[in-house]
């Protein structure tokens, strides 16, 4: 069971910046090979991805975050981040890491949570 530990979240106003980290139980080698991405989910709402970086540090985004948001990861570390800025109301929700094996079965792993509020 691969474990997921993320950190960073916090309440900001709108305009401010937060970086989430996630740390993954795994080896440096075997994480390099993982999709790791960043989903949030909003009151009400489905789970969204929000980004992803894949095997060849490739990067996808959510349309609504382009420009503001930047995935990146430390293989060293086995830890992906997401650095956020110019934080919006609308992005204030429960941001979850998700650790994904590509075309594997029953390897796909998701961290506790943490919550991301943007208000004044």
């Known amino acids: 069971q691969v474990q997921l530990v993320e950190s960073g979240g916090g309440l900001v106003q709108p305009g401010g910046s937060l970086r989430l980290s996630c740390a993954a139980s795994?080896?440096?080698?075997?994480?390099?090979?993982?999709?790791m991405g960043w989903y949030r989910q909003a009151p009400g709402l489905q789970r969204e991805l929000v980004a992803s970086?894949?095997?060849?540090?490739?990067?996808t985004y959510k349309d609504s975050v382009k420009g503001r948001f930047t995935v990146s990861r430390d293989n060293a570390k086995s830890t992906v981040y997401l650095q956020m800025n110019n934080l919006k109301p609308e992005d204030t929700a429960v941001y979850y890491c998700n650790a994904n094996l590509p075309f594997t079965t029953n390897a796909n792993y998701w961290g506790q949570g943490t919550q991301v509020t943007v208000s004044s």
């Open positions: 970086t894949g095997i060849d540090a490739g990067r």
């Open positions: 795994l080896s440096t080698s075997t994480f390099s090979i993982y999709t």
